[in-house]
């Protein structure tokens, strides 16, 4: 039985990084090879020098939307925050609510003064609202005028300027969270890349909540994933399934990248067009069928994504490359710094 507490670290509060870099690939790197356990301490720019002509670098091309709303209850005035997780038809969003006990079947929200009003029809798993929204104009563009950036709830900060909380490359609207590892990356940096002969394949996968969402059980097999849409279209899985077959390894960027991969792969490891919903969870014992190296920022203690890259470079070596991550004062989490695992 693997235990969560095996996955544990101590981490100082003041290295959880609260605001962005003012410069995208400024942030350290650190890296990892994951058959000698052996450290490099870097710059995130060094990427380049350890990418060869051949190679695949997999981005997660998903947008966050503005997914936090603050409103209030038709008729008594009340303070409720929703956040938008999951799009269902006919204008029905699943959404977590604060306070819930405000918000029975039947409640109506408004937001900004009526631009947007909220219905709840129904309570859900875990407590979240099925809320049917009626507008007038066109949904996005309510949303981006009246919605904040759902940030995680270690990073207390405003942020002053919606888009670091997104990739450069970021397209597909649709996530609650950002990939977080594809933070650090430049449009310059994605040329230089592509020019040294890298191919650059995109995927989408909409980051849920789940990603953030603590395990609380103690045999962490018994941990239950919630479930994420993904996407990969024709012509970037045949970027994929080349690097592979002319044997050259894929990179993927962040950790919803390689479960997008990994959970698309048929059992040879080769993709092919494909979109679904996935609740897979990587942890030690996982045979990796497409990914060879992983980029990655640097996560909580306990959580699935320490589990995830402790899958691909071993428990020990993770936790002792973190030990020195902390030792270094790396920045942690969304804002912080990054680890490529090779």
């Not at 870097?42 to 998903?62: A, H, M, Q, S």
């Not at 104009?137 to 909380?165: A, C, S, V």
Request: include cysteine; glycine fraction near 8%; aromatic fraction near 8%.
């Amino acid at each position: 039985m693997m235990k969560k507490e095996d996955f544990y670290f101590e981490l100082p509060q003041e290295l959880i990084a609260q605001d962005p870099l003012e410069d995208r690939s400024g942030s350290r790197l650190l890296v990892l090879d994951k058959e000698s356990g052996e450290i490099e301490h870097r710059t995130f720019r060094d990427i380049k020098e350890y990418l060869e002509p051949g190679d695949c670098l997999v981005i997660n091309d998903t947008k966050v939307i503005p997914a936090r709303l603050i409103g209030s209850k038709v008729g008594t005035n009340a303070k409720i925050e929703i956040l938008l997780l999951k799009r269902k038809e006919n204008d029905i969003w699943e959404t977590l609510v604060k306070p819930g006990k405000k918000a029975k079947p039947g409640t109506k929200i408004s937001f900004g003064e009526g631009l947007l009003i909220g219905e709840v029809l129904d309570v859900v798993d875990e407590g979240n609202r099925l809320i049917q929204f009626s507008y007038e104009g066109i949904f996005e563009e309510i949303l981006d005028q009246l919605g904040q950036m759902p940030l995680p709830p270690y990073i207390t900060h405003q942020l002053e300027d919606k888009n670091r909380y997104q990739t450069v490359y970021a397209k597909h609207s649709g996530s609650a969270a950002a990939p977080t590892a594809g933070l650090h990356f430049t449009p310059e940096l994605l040329e230089e890349i592509k020019e040294s002969g890298v191919e650059i394949a995109h995927v989408t996968l909409h980051v849920g909540l789940g990603t953030f969402r603590p395990v609380k059980v103690e045999n962490i097999q018994e941990h239950h994933m919630h479930s994420e849409f993904y996407r990969i279209e024709a012509s970037e899985a045949e970027k994929i399934n080349r690097a592979k077959r002319e044997g050259h390894r894929v990179i993927c960027v962040g950790t919803t990248s390689c479960r997008t991969v990994e959970s698309a792969a048929k059992p040879d490891g080769t993709l092919s067009e494909c979109s679904g919903w996935t609740e897979i969870f990587i942890y030690p014992g996982y045979r990796f069928k497409v990914l060879d190296c992983l980029l990655t920022n640097f996560h909580l203690p306990e959580s699935t994504l320490i589990m995830l890259v402790s899958a691909l470079a071993g428990r020990e070596y993770v936790l002792h490359a973190y030990e020195e991550a902390v030792k270094e004062r790396y920045r942690f989490f969304s804002f912080g710094d990054a680890m490529l695992i090779r």
